[in-house]
């Protein structure tokens, strides 16, 4: 019966995210769990890696990141409180991980130079805002993956995630910092 309560109120969270978001400059539309195993791939993520996904949603691109690096740190950063809720309920049922931590914040005014991972999806506006706090925080090496949507530099190759006929198709676009 908790279980069930639980699952409620995650789904009743997740609609309230996403009305939400929908007036925020970055608003939750979540990668659909069947392309998480190639985001992961994408990523190229080794024991010694600090993925930060900003603008991390429900945590999903982290967890199954986590699932298959146990060894690596994960940060999901996201300015908005439902979003953070969330993922921090799934971190709860998930068992705590000491690897994986969420931080309510503006993305644009976190300190993210210890990352030796990017992974990001949000639109062409915070995209083009971003990429110069990126240059002046990342250090030279670190892979940036973002879903959909590109920084405003030539992307290094593609990954097309789906059938591109079908609308839940994604596109990601990957970049190592020179």
């Known amino acids: 019966m908790a279980f069930l309560f639980i699952i409620l109120v995650l789904v009743n969270l ?7 978001s929908l007036f ?12 998480l195993p190639e985001i992961v791939k994408a990523l190229d993520l080794k024991e010694a890696s600090v ?4 603008g991390s949603g429900d945590g999903r691109v982290l967890f199954a990141a986590a699932k298959a690096w146990p060894k690596a740190k994960f940060v999901g950063i996201d300015k908005n409180f439902a979003p953070i809720v969330v993922s921090k309920v799934k971190w709860l049922l998930s068992g705590m991980p000491a690897n994986i931590s969420f931080i309510r914040q503006d993305f644009f005014k976190t300190d993210f130079s210890e990352a030796t991972h990017i992974f990001t999806y949000l ?3 915070p995209m083009a805002e971003l990429y110069p706090i990126m240059q002046k925080q990342l250090r030279s090496g670190t892979r940036i993956v973002s879903c959909n949507f590109r920084l405003p530099i030539p992307h290094q190759s593609e990954v097309v995630l789906g059938n591109l006929e079908d609308k839940a198709a994604k596109k990601l676009y990957l970049y190592k910092v020179a």
């Open 51 to 54: 993925l930060y996904d900003l």
């Open 123 to 125: 639109f062409d506006g």
């Open 24 to 35: 925020s400059k970055s608003p939750f539309i979540s990668v659909p769990k069947k392309f």
């Open 14 to 20: 997740s609609v309230i995210i996403y009305i939400i």
